[in-house]
């Protein structure tokens, strides 16, 4: 979507936004009104640069936008033409924000490189094609950070997941386990059967507004899905320093 949108704006194709129009406030009961119409809550109704459209937040940091009746909604990027920059996306940065040290660190396999300086949690699925490229790719090399790796199994897509992310907290060496399994494919050899926060870490990431693994929570509280390059990591790790 974020290529897209650059690629877009670069042809001058998307021009939703009219950078002099003037936001106007919300109408009352337009949260009411598209709350009944789509049969659940709305966390938010905001009002955009563009006059007569509204941002509409359902489940955290999910956004669509709505006219105002609610009778007409849309589903996509709202971009400054000027700017150059996905408005929405800028949106869902600071709707997904959280703050990274009320984590509860306990319930994460910590690794530390280094001074161990720089901080960051990932959720994790042990099953995760994309968990894996993430941990041999991209954070395979990174120096002075301590990172916080929280279990996060997505059963329905990975039904032995929650089983290996068990080993892996149950193991009597928790980060040779965890290497030994995202770079050799190799579990420890105790079971699944310890009090661990695997149930917890699912609740967790839930209540963040995590649906997906990979997800990286860095110490200025920005959260950011998927297998980002190493240099995003550096840059994001420099930017909340």
Request: proline content about 6%; charged content about 25%; some cysteine.
């Amino acid at each position: 979507m974020k290529h897209l949108t650059r690629l877009l704006v670069a042809a001058g194709v998307l021009t939703m936004v009219a950078c002099s129009a003037q936001a106007d406030t919300p109408p009352k009961n337009l949260k009411e009104t598209i709350s009944k119409k789509l049969g659940r809550p709305v966390d938010a109704v905001n009002s955009t640069p563009v006059k007569g459209v509204y941002e509409i937040v359902i489940g955290k940091n999910n956004i669509v936008y709505s006219d105002a009746k609610g009778q007409y909604m849309f589903v996509g990027e709202l971009v400054d033409v000027t700017k150059k920059e996905s408005l929405t996306e800028k949106r869902i940065a600071e709707l997904s924000k959280t703050d990274f040290n009320k984590l509860p660190f306990a319930d994460a396999v910590k690794i530390v490189r280094g001074d161990g300086s720089r901080k960051m949690a990932v959720f994790t699925d042990p099953d995760c094609p994309f968990c894996k490229r993430l941990e041999q790719v991209s954070l395979n090399g990174l120096d002075n950070v301590t990172i916080y790796n929280f279990l996060m199994p997505l059963p329905g897509l990975h039904p032995d997941a929650a089983r290996k992310s068990g080993m892996i907290w149950c193991s009597a060496d928790q980060q040779a386990a965890w290497r030994n399994w995202f770079f050799d494919g190799k579990l420890p050899e105790n079971g699944p059967e310890c009090d661990n926060p695997i149930e917890r870490n699912m609740q967790l990431g839930a209540s963040l507004g995590i649906s997906g693994t990979p997800a990286l929570v860095f110490a200025n509280g920005q959260i950011v899905s998927g297998a980002v390059p190493q240099e995003q990591i550096e840059a994001m790790l420099a930017k909340s320093k």
